[in-house]
């Protein structure tokens, strides 16, 4: 018997003890003002007890099947070995896991250069709960894959086909195939490979201040833990002044449920035997080529991604919605009165929060225009900084005003706070121990490293921007 659990219910028979002596010494009449005192403090200490009993009962039975599982196989650590904190990271409590996540976030940065935005975005998501992102499983799979031995083993699994992993290695490669099998959410199964560890996965440590794409520092991003996002939107709530003393008007707003699913990008790094043979700084090399590449994917598929197997991109989200299109006074020709012209059209609600995207080329023409038709910010090199107060951003994956008739979609104007960007946490990357030429089918002396994720975008409200289009 636990001693601590002992004592709680000791002190929880001798308040029903006293109760029972209360009760027996009123009778049937009514308790006194003293009886009726001692009474209530009975019932406030009985709460408190069990409440205390509950939390003992479930740290008992953590114990009982930690001490289970170490004896069908071994446990791994979470923590360092002279604070002898081995537990079973699947069994350890919600709360628990997150403590230990976050400390373990903390401990392995200092030595891995991470930014501070990058550990503020980390900590936030193991602190998310909700219907799209379960910060559990998140800290979960820091805590399986951020300690010596899984780095270790996964080194040595993007080097080598068959790895010569020490029985720790193994045990840390099994517990974290094990905690894939058993948490994914969404019902979606692993999809194979070596999950990158936490701390260098681009999914989950990319963040805005890193990225050249213009699409990441202006949108809303979402990591989540399952398939797709889903939420809720809305237009805003009508409010409206009522008579004294009369039945309030039907203000209900109109509710839409927006969903974006994500979709698999894939990435491939061959490289040579030689360079394998001896790569220095393995982890954080790794890490930056993936998250550039990816980064590149993404900022074409946020531009004018077709929404069939990739992100739907926000050109192509508004260019299907005819409602928000807005076309140039003079087909063929882009005017300053065409930057009115959108302007004007765009609702109020959507200005404060406002952001221009346009092409290069685009701006640059725009830049020129002077302020006849309002102000603009230009840099000393005549890069357009600011129109109408709000900032502008370019994309070299949105076409450039050709000066020729024709249909082109030109400039974006609205709030990229409705443009969701929903990113899967949790990146794999596979080794592909040998590449083949083309023509004869003979090794090329290279191997590769084959990575997939799952990202997802679309515009949540397409009535917060304007897109302006030639004819």
Do not use: C
Not at 36 to 52: C, N, S
Request: proline share 4%.
């Amino acid at each position: 018997m636990d001693p601590e659990l002992e004592t709680l219910r000791s002190q929880l028979t001798k308040l029903d003890e006293e109760r029972r002596q209360i009760h027996e010494a009123a009778d049937k009449a009514d308790l006194n003002d003293e009886q009726q005192t001692r009474w209530d403090q009975i019932d406030t200490e009985e709460q408190a007890l069990r409440g205390q009993i509950k939390e003992a009962e479930e740290r008992a039975e953590r114990a009982t099947r930690v001490a289970e599982s170490r004896a069908r196989w071994s446990s791994v650590q979470v923590g360092k070995p002279d604070q002898n904190a081995e537990v079973e990271v699947r069994n350890l409590a919600r709360r628990d896991a997150r403590d230990q996540a976050l400390k373990r976030m903390e401990e392995a940065s200092k030595g891995m250069g991470l930014r501070s935005e990058q550990l503020d975005q980390v900590d936030a998501i193991l602190r998310r709960h909700n219907g799209d992102t379960d910060g559990d499983i998140i800290a979960r799979r820091l805590l399986l894959t951020e300690n010596d031995a899984y780095r270790s083993a996964f080194a040595k699994a993007m080097t080598s086909a068959t790895p010569a992993w020490t029985s720790e290695e193994a045990r840390a490669m099994a517990a974290f195939r094990e905690f894939e099998q058993r948490a994914m959410a969404g019902g979606t199964p692993s999809a194979g490979g070596y999950g990158v560890p936490v701390l260098i996965d681009p999914s989950i440590i990319l963040t805005a201040q890193q990225s050249l794409n213009p699409f990441r520092r202006i949108s809303r991003v979402e990591t989540i833990t399952t398939d797709t996002w889903k939420g809720v939107s809305s237009a805003g709530v009508s409010w409206s002044f009522d008579g004294e003393g009369t039945e309030v008007s039907d203000d209900s707003p109109t509710l839409a449920q927006p969903e974006v699913p994500t979709h698999m990008a894939r990435g491939f790094i061959p490289y040579s035997i030689e360079i394998g043979q001896d790569y220095p700084n393995f982890a954080a090399e790794m890490s930056r080529l993936l998250a550039e590449g990816r980064d590149e994917l993404e900022a074409q598929a946020f531009a004018v991604g077709s929404g069939s197997g990739a992100p739907t991109g926000i050109v192509t989200a508004l260019d299907a919605n005819t409602n928000v299109e807005v076309v140039v006074t003079t087909d063929g020709a882009l005017g300053a009165a065409d930057i009115t012209k959108v302007w004007k059209v765009l609702p109020d609600r959507a200005k404060s929060n406002a952001t221009w995207v346009m092409g290069e080329g685009t701006a640059s023409d725009v830049a020129a225009f002077g302020d006849a038709y309002g102000t603009r910010t230009v840099d000393l090199t005549g890069q357009l900084e600011r129109l109408r107060s709000r900032p502008v951003e370019t994309s070299s994956y949105i076409p450039d005003f050709a000066g020729s008739t024709g249909a082109a979609n030109l400039i974006v104007v609205g709030d990229f706070r409705k443009y969701l960007i929903a990113e899967r946490a949790g990146m794999s990357v596979e080794f592909v121990p040998h590449l083949f030429g083309t023509t004869n089918g003979r090794p090329t002396g290279q191997r590769g490293w084959f990575a997939h994720t799952r990202i997802g975008a679309d515009s949540i409200d397409d009535t917060a921007f304007r897109l302006l289009q030639n004819q």
